[in-house]
């Protein structure tokens, strides 16, 4: 085994970088080492030498080949996601054990054949960019779906014609911390995204401002219409999704990492609607998971340390929760 003694590690170089905190100086020389490795070859160089070192030394472990043969026999083996069924087609996950992502394919009926549609094994060399989320329009006609690329929390949503399989002009970026929801008319989706950072700021600007739009299918991202924005608590992470009857948008905003929320409605129905919050304070957890009418239906530890299930009359000026 090499002891450390022996190790020579790559040199690393020191910048001349500092930034200013309320009257103090603090000196930062390594910032460099931020930037993307795949823009950035200096970074790229640094990782690779750094890597080398590391794998000099793993490889010398006794019973690695033993441990690397037995973890890959417990990997390898045919699993499959949760399948969704979209008017009569079935999208769903498989795995045949070692692949590095999981493969998205549908069928055209319960006895139709499996169809690829999306494999993101082929998206990149070194398979560090991955299918992140889908969803799927009411008719199964159309896919969104999200890219996430270097392990990176950003996402570019793209969508497939599940027919064709071919990828749309729609284009959208700047996603991150969303999920996506289609229009039940399959117009468009909801997402919500970050502004778009200048020049030399990429991805390295504040989670701040986190906005719900909506994608019409067809337009340019220029074009996406805001619904939802806190600019007096521009900390949020505000998620939009849809509800059952597709009247509602339902917009949950939470601060940091404890699950604690407030929940808007948005009527869809109703032109230039202003968001109406049903659930104030974000004292609790509150997620929704669908409504019959009025009647809302969450789960919430609200009263409840290990949740329950409540309804919210929305018909009611100030709803307030009933257990079921």
């Known amino acids: 085994?090499?002891?450390?003694?022996?190790?020579?590690?790559?040199?690393?170089?020191?910048?001349?970088?500092?930034?200013?905190?309320?009257?103090?100086?603090?000196?930062?020389?390594?910032?460099?080492?931020?930037?993307?490795?795949?823009?950035?070859?200096?970074?790229?160089?640094?990782?690779?030498?750094?890597?080398?070192?590391?794998?000099?030394?793993?490889?010398?472990?006794?019973?690695?080949?033993?441990?690397?043969?037995?973890?890959?026999?417990?990997?390898?083996?045919?699993?499959?996601?949760?399948?969704?069924?979209?008017?009569?087609?079935?999208?769903y996950t498989r795995n045949d054990g070692l692949q590095n992502q999981s493969v998205l394919y549908v069928r055209d009926g319960l006895e139709g054949e499996p169809r690829l549609l999306i494999d993101p094994n082929e998206w990149s060399d070194d398979d560090a960019t991955a299918l992140a989320g889908y969803a799927i329009t009411e008719d199964g006609s159309k896919l969104a779906y999200a890219i996430q690329d270097g392990g990176s929390d950003w996402r570019t949503v793209k969508v497939m014609d599940v027919a064709t399989g071919e990828t749309l002009s729609d284009g959208v970026e700047w996603v991150k911390f969303s999920g996506i929801d289609w229009a039940k008319d399959g117009s468009g989706f909801y997402y919500s995204r970050f502004p778009a950072t200048g020049e030399g700021e990429t991805f390295q600007a504040l989670n701040t401002d986190h906005t719900v739009y909506f994608h019409r299918l067809g337009?340019?991202?220029?074009?996406?219409?805001?619904?939802?924005?806190?600019?007096?608590?521009?900390?949020?992470?505000?998620?939009?999704?849809?509800?059952?009857?597709?009247?509602?948008?339902?917009?949950?905003?939470?601060?940091?990492?404890?699950?604690r929320y407030e929940v808007a409605l948005i009527d869809l129905t109703q032109p230039d609607s202003e968001p109406r919050i049903i659930v104030p304070g974000f004292e609790h957890d509150y997620s929704y998971f669908g409504n019959v009418g009025d009647t809302f239906y969450f789960t919430t530890n609200d009263g409840a340390q290990r949740n329950r299930v409540v309804s919210l009359d929305i018909s009611q000026e100030n709803p307030v929760s009933q257990e079921i």
């Open 1 to 91: 085994m090499t002891n450390k003694s022996d190790l020579t590690y790559p040199n690393t170089e020191r910048v001349t970088q500092s930034d200013n905190y309320h009257g103090v100086a603090i000196e930062d020389p390594y910032r460099w080492l931020e930037d993307d490795v795949r823009v950035n070859p200096d970074v790229a160089n640094w990782v690779e030498a750094q890597n080398a070192v590391t794998d000099a030394v793993l490889a010398q472990l006794p019973l690695r080949a033993q441990l690397q043969e037995r973890i890959t026999e417990l990997t390898d083996y045919e699993r499959f996601g949760l399948p969704q069924a979209k008017d009569g087609r079935y999208f």
């Open 219 to 259: 337009t340019d991202q220029a074009q996406d219409v805001k619904l939802f924005a806190r600019p007096d608590m521009p900390e949020l992470n505000n998620f939009a999704s849809v509800s059952d009857d597709g009247r509602y948008l339902i917009v949950t905003s939470s601060s940091g990492t404890e699950a």
